[in-house]
């Protein structure tokens, strides 16, 4: 009998073409719709591999009903979706998928950056609902990227991708890492700060950490103040970072400048958020990584982790859970 196996969402046929050769393949069969838990519950029973989205759960009690499973292969870097201890107490391999999606997610963090400082997306709104009617001094005006200070709060692989960009666009650049990071320092031209001090000078505070007990509400309200009432601030990591109820207070009050977001606590980031009613929110549905050739990329890694790991290889990718805490 063949190993079975479980994708969690429907993925490209050239992504999984080869896979029913040597494994009993199901997969959920919408591309826009998450599997709801109770059919994932029933998958799990009897599979030895699972491919699943950050928009699944793998929680312990998920885990629990999984006698067979031996490789839990997540298509993103991120892995805060999955219980990576109970996993691994059950001796459960976990995969992620980074590198592939570096680049692509520092461009977008870097757009985003470039759309709310220069209030690009309240500007295109101006225009097409017709309240353009002259030029004039101070019309949209916002804050300027070039020769202005970023402070980048996780200096990872996408960190660093961000600190190459901004440095084209002559920044001062300042990090906050749990570890210093000298061979970056030197390379980038990079100082390091303690977390306040970067955000009390920073212009632009990027957050680029990975979502763990340790992060999880690190931006609150206090961190928020330190900031500079022209400062503004970037988030493509995860929410869950930033306590999106002081940001939101922050922003109204004008304590600090604005806000651009990918990510959210709940995802989809429901329409009556308090952060949606702010003109100077600007807001995207999780799409750091989401091009062509890199979604195609992180999906295809991730199968490759789930055949390694289900043909007795050590996957490339292995989640090691001290790492993951
Ligand atoms: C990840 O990989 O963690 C991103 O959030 C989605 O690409």
């Keep these: 009998m063949k190993p079975k196996i479980y994708i969690t969402r429907k993925l490209p046929e050239q992504i999984i073409k080869g896979l029913s ?22 998958e799990m029973k009897e599979v030895e591999g699972l491919l699943c989205l950050l928009t699944e759960q793998i929680d312990e009690s998920l ?15 991120g892995h805060n979706n999955i219980d990576v201890q109970s996993a691994t107490k059950r001796g459960i391999m976990v995969t992620n998928t980074p ?24 500007a295109e709104d101006y225009l097409r609902s017709g309240k353009w009617e002259t030029w004039s001094p101070m ?31 002559d920044m001062n650049l300042v990090y906050f890492n749990r570890n210093r990071k000298y061979e970056q320092e030197k390379e ?9 001090k970067l955000l009390q000078i920073s212009d632009f505070v990027c957050v680029m950490l990975p979502l763990t007990a340790e992060t999880a509400y690190m931006i609150g309200k206090e961190q ?18 930033i306590d999106e109820k002081a940001l939101y207070q922050a922003l109204e009050n004008r304590e600090i400048w604005a806000a651009g977001l990918d990510v959210f606590e709940e995802e989809p980031v429901p329409l009556d958020h308090p952060l949606l009613t702010l003109p100077n929110v600007v807001t995207l549905p ?35 859970l001290n790492k993951s805490k």
Aim: proline share 3%; hydrophobic share 45%.
């Design 286 to 320: 999780h799409i750091g990584s989401a091009s062509i050739a890199t979604r195609m990329k992180m999906a295809t890694l991730a199968v490759q982790n789930l055949v390694d790991g289900l043909s007795g290889d050590t996957p490339r990718n292995l989640v090691l």
């Design 99 to 122: 590198g592939v999606l570096t680049e692509t997610t520092a461009d977008l963090t870097f757009g985003l950056l470039l759309a709310t400082a220069r209030r690009m997306m309240e």
């Design 21 to 42: 050769r040597n494994y009993d393949v199901r997969m959920w069969d919408q591309e826009d719709i998450p599997v709801p838990r109770e059919v994932l519950i029933e």
């Design 188 to 196: 980038l031209g990079i100082e390091y700060q303690p977390l306040e």
């Design 224 to 241: 928020l103040e330190l900031m500079k009432g022209t400062a503004v601030l970037i988030n493509t990591a995860r929410g869950g970072i």
């Design 139 to 169: 019309q949209l005006t916002g804050q300027d990227v070039h020769g202005a200070t970023l402070g980048i709060i996780g200096l990872g692989r996408i960190g660093e991708a961000l600190a190459k960009r901004a440095k084209g666009f």
């Design 63 to 77: 885990i629990e009903q999984a006698p067979n499973l031996k490789i839990i292969a997540n298509m993103a870097v």
